[in-house]
């Protein structure tokens, strides 16, 4: 299982902002009603587990654990399938929109207009996507019904929730949403099946056993509690839960995650160019940031021959000999805009990171003023590119933009 940078995964939150501001109007529905049926059929499937551990006191008749850390853990054992899935599918998820949107904001990727449609279609089709389950496949079925110990589990989680004080669920709201919107980002970052389950799941179990409140989650069981006998009016779900979790999602999935990392990532970098570094697993870092005063600069046409790559770059004749080092193949796109100076001169701009390969060809081309482009040929080994210690690189994209 492989990951990609955290840089890396930033722009694909970016993109992905991109592309929820251009959905159109009824898939995004049909995305936010699967949304809320897969967070159902989570609960659904953990409360069907979680509550079977339990009895019902014979006096009272209200449901108790008889583990409540086991029972907590197995509950969070299966939620987990809910979030996975909507990422997966690429499901409408209000929870993890607060982050996108937030992030596509701030890094100027969308505007608000598209926020407050894609918020309000998300919570709104999420929660009748909640109910749609909650009629279909618990209530209507008699799932709960017909096992006492299910049916007082259900009805307990609810009143618990449900009759909480709203300031109390605001926190622990915040709480949920860092670690949901964490879990997007791990799912985001890795590349295979089999890795994007297993970095989902640790976050959404912390998230359950801290019981802490997920807004979408508690469409679908406070209402089922609701349905079952649980003593909460409506009134009270929304002032006292959905409301007050909304708003406690809102913060932390948008404000400690979507906004902390796009000025991490992006604000910082624009505010404060950074320099181009060229790294060699995370341990050589050659610093390239230098002013142009002369104004004289050199356009640099790198061809790699295993690959047919170009990269176009901005060359100080002042500082130095044209680049020396290519980017190793297969690494970049057919067009890429990178700095000469990462590769062996000096540039005043940075936007990728780039390692060499050897057997590069360049193609230097120095423009002085009103004189004639004079042209130069280089040719390197990876006895060059040794020597530099940039053998095992990467190529990472750097803040000027996604590649």
């Keep these: 299982m492989s990951t990609a940078a955290p840089l890396e995964t930033y722009h694909l939150l970016e993109k992905l902002a991109v592309k929820k501001s251009h959905s159109k109007l009824l898939p995004q529905i049909m995305h936010a009603i699967l949304a809320g049926m897969y967070v159902s059929l989570g609960g659904h499937c953990s409360f069907y587990f979680a509550g079977s551990l339990g009895v ?77 389950t909650l009629a279909l496949l618990s209530y209507l079925p008699e799932t709960f019904e017909h096992d006492e110990h299910l049916k007082q589990y259900v009805i307990h989680i609810a009143e618990t929730k449900g009759l909480g004080l709203p300031l109390h669920n605001f926190v622990k709201a ?112 050659i610093d390239d940031h230098h002013d142009d005063p002369a104004g004289k600069k050199v356009e640099t046409k790198l061809r790699v021959q295993t690959q047919e790559m170009r990269v176009t770059s901005r060359h100080n004749t002042a500082h130095g000999t044209p680049p020396t080092v290519a980017p190793k193949s297969g690494m970049l796109p057919n067009w890429v805009s990178v700095p000469s100076g990462v590769l062996g001169g000096r540039s005043n701009t940075s936007n990728y990171h780039v390692i060499g390969q050897p057997q590069a060809h360049i193609d ?40």
């Design 56 to 132: 019902v006191d014979a006096n009272t008749g209200k449901y108790q654990a008889a583990s409540v850390g086991m029972t907590k853990f197995c509950q969070s054992c299966l939620f987990p399938f809910g979030i996975i899935a909507c990422v997966v599918t690429g499901a409408e998820l209000f929870t993890s929109n607060t982050m996108v949107f937030v992030a596509g904001i701030i890094s100027k990727q969308t505007n608000w207009k598209w926020l407050v449609r894609s918020w309000t279609i998300s919570w709104v089709f999420n929660f009748i996507g909640s109910l749609l």
């Design 174 to 285: 915040i709480g949920c949403n860092i670690l949901v919107c964490l879990s997007v980002w791990l799912i985001m970052a890795a590349s295979d099946g089999a890795g994007k389950v297993l970095m989902a799941w640790f976050p959404i179990v912390v998230f359950i056993m801290c019981s802490f409140e997920h807004s979408i989650a508690n469409m679908y069981g406070i209402p089922l509690g609701m349905c079952l006998g649980a003593k909460v009016s409506i009134h009270q779900l929304f002032v006292n839960n959905l409301l007050p979790v909304t708003c406690g999602n809102i913060i932390g999935g948008g404000i400690f995650i979507g906004a902390v990392y796009a000025f991490a990532f992006d604000v910082a970098y624009r505010e404060h160019p950074r320099k181009a570094v060229a790294v060699d697993d995370g341990t050589h870092h």
């Design 364 to 403: 230097s081309h120095a423009h002085d003023g009103a004189q004639s482009p004079r042209s130069t040929n280089h040719s390197f080994s990876g006895a060059d590119e040794a020597a530099l210690g940039m053998a095992s690189s990467k190529v990472y994209p750097s803040a000027g933009g996604p590649v």
